[in-house]
């Protein structure tokens, strides 16, 4: 698992700007995960401080229930705890290049159709099913941030 982070180290403080929330079906491009052909699909800009960093489209999948939208908060993690009873225990990141989409908000540094940096993060339940796919396109300016791994070995700690 990947985070992002301030360059000069630090995460900073995260949050999110939920910029849509709703029911769709899943689109072509998703791995399979779940038991549904639909989901909820989060589309949010992120933030570390007051710094746009990166803009993400999150599925959970239509069989883990439904999130009202005036329960969403910043950490869907615990919005999903609340919500639903259900917690992510894994997750497994594929990092590449994307570009960047439509709907990407103008305070987003790379424009829409643009080529950033891009992951694809695949979550777990307390089940043995996957329940989240995400897609999170994130700014590659190396002044602004960096990403680095959320667990480190127990060798790194030294």
Known sequence: MFRLEHAQGGGGL???RLLSVGSHPKDADQPAYGSANHGT???????L????IAVEEIWLDGGAGAIP???V????????KRALKLWITRAEDRVGLGTVPDWA???FAPRPGSTTAFIQRLSWAQTQDAVEFSRTWYDTDPRALRPAPRLR???DHA
């Not at 699909?41 to 933030?47: D, G, K, N």
């Not at 401080?49 to 746009?52: E, F, I, K, Q, S």
């Not at 908060?73 to 999903?80: A, G, I, P, V």
């Open 69 to 71: 939208p005036e329960m």
């Open 49 to 52: 401080d007051d710094t746009p």
């Open 14 to 16: 995260p949050r999110a």
């Open 105 to 107: 908000p103008p305070d």
């Open 41 to 47: 699909r989060f589309r949010r800009l992120r933030f």
């Open 153 to 155: 070995r127990s060798h």
């Open 73 to 80: 908060q910043d950490s869907l993690y615990l919005t999903y």
